[in-house]
């Protein structure tokens, strides 16, 4: 099923591409199935069609009516090191009425079949539900945890504000665009898995253009950019306040929308402004890494605690010479590695060398493999951010060679996860 080829099932079902005027239908859908209350006013369906410009978008129809939508795009995927052609997978929606009927196995196999022709070495998304994904060969890629920090007990061991290294300046919305987004690309290059903010997506978050929802009129959010003493970006910080009393006293806390920091200095700074706004109690930050670096910047560290620690990304790969050649690698080392994949887009026995420099030259061999392993285990592990000792311990992997997962692991191993908050879709 490409183009606009319909595939017409025995129940009468179509799978094929959308068709323009089914973008209403499309909207009303993805609406209902992700238990929005509100209908989609003309102008938020006017601007979700904007969004998806250029996408690929697939549904299944019954009678005339959209009973399962299904989109993808193509995005350039940080991995350790460098970047890899992916397909992004997004507005995954199926009817209450029509579910149980493969309709998402259908649309499913199709999309990751022609990204695999297309070229695209991975395909990636952010899963609403954990158990859909694994049977379709994605694996829990990254994850993610909310941050919640204790601003009256809170200590910083340094301040980098009051010792001249960094200074901070309150920006407006519309001042944050020209700033802001360099920032954000410049940190997503460098963090795994993290996917591109376009501008659209800036103009939408900064309140600048009008998404049509008609949920509230936008707000102004409290904004501070961080400066070094170079007068160069390293940060930015934008929360809203959440405000409550308790027995007449202030209990508000300051939600971070977006903390971006290019440096331990402008990290501390701006974590440090959170915990000193005045009518402030605390900070909540969601979608942040689970190794941030808070803790080790207070003098006591459970002051800063973690919550709803989850999986976040969870990655499908399509190409497996292609997906292990994208990235670097600390270490040095080789293994010969077979990955089993029911849907046969990228099951094989490869070896996998690591030179001193890094880089890796992947090939197909018949020699016996060291490790053995599902494709989604090797999705799982292939942004270096989930521990391949975890899938050895819990049975997932086959080690032929004694000690080749250990190794392997350490090859794959990358330390430089960074989650920079909910970018989709």
Excluded at 34 to 52: C, D, I, N
């Amino acid at each position: 099923m490409s183009g606009d080829q319909v595939g017409r099932r025995a129940d009468g079902l179509e799978l094929r591409d959308m068709h323009e005027d089914e973008h209403e239908q499309w909207v009303a859908l993805g609406r209902r199935g992700f238990l929005e209350a509100r209908r989609a006013t003309p102008a938020a369906v006017e601007s979700r069609r904007r969004a998806m410009a250029g996408h690929r978008r697939r549904v299944a129809v019954d009678a005339g009516r959209v009973v399962a939508t299904f989109r993808s795009y193509g995005v350039d995927l940080p991995v350790p090191g460098g970047v890899a052609r992916a397909e992004a997978v997004s507005s995954v929606v199926v009817a209450a009425t029509h579910r149980r009927r493969g309709l998402l196995s259908s649309l499913m196999a199709t999309d990751l079949r022609e990204a695999r022709e297309r070229g695209d070495a991975l395909a990636v998304l952010i899963a609403a539900e954990a158990p859909i994904y694994g049977r379709f060969g994605f694996g829990a890629a990254t994850e993610a945890c909310r941050w919640t920090l204790d601003g009256r007990a809170a200590r910083f061991r340094d301040d980098p504000v009051r010792a001249g290294r960094v200074s901070l300046e309150l920006a407006e919305d519309a001042d944050l665009v020209d700033l802001v987004v360099p920032l954000h690309d410049r940190l997503a290059a460098r963090s795994p898995g993290a996917t591109p903010r376009d501008p659209r997506w800036w103009r939408l978050a900064l309140g600048l253009e009008d998404d049509g929802s008609g949920t509230e009129p936008h707000l102004q959010r409290p904004a501070v950019v961080a400066r070094d003493d170079a007068g160069r970006v390293v940060g930015v910080l934008r929360y809203r306040a959440v405000e409550r009393e308790e027995a007449r006293r202030p209990a508000t806390t300051a939600e971070v929308l977006d903390l971006l920091a290019d440096s331990p200095d402008a990290t501390t700074a701006l974590w440090r402004h959170l915990a000193d706004l005045d009518l402030v109690v605390g900070a909540s930050a969601a979608f942040r890494s689970p190794h941030e670096p808070l803790p080790h910047l207070l003098v006591d560290e459970r002051v800063a605690r973690q919550h709803e620690r989850s999986d976040f990304h969870w990655v499908r790969v399509l190409d497996v010479p292609a997906a292990l050649t994208a990235r670097r690698y600390a270490t040095a080392g080789a293994c010969v590695l077979e990955v089993h994949d029911d849907a046969g887009l990228a099951g094989g026995r490869w070896r996998l060398e690591v030179g001193d420099d890094g880089s890796a030259a992947v090939e197909a061999t018949a020699a016996e493999p060291d490790v053995v392993l599902p494709v989604a285990v090797l999705g799982s592990v292939v942004l270096g951010q989930v521990p391949l000792a975890g899938h050895v311990a819990a049975g997932d992997v086959d080690e032929r060679t004694p000690g080749a997962a250990r190794r392997l692991g350490a090859l794959l191993h990358d330390p430089s996860a960074a989650v920079l908050g909910r970018t989709w879709f």
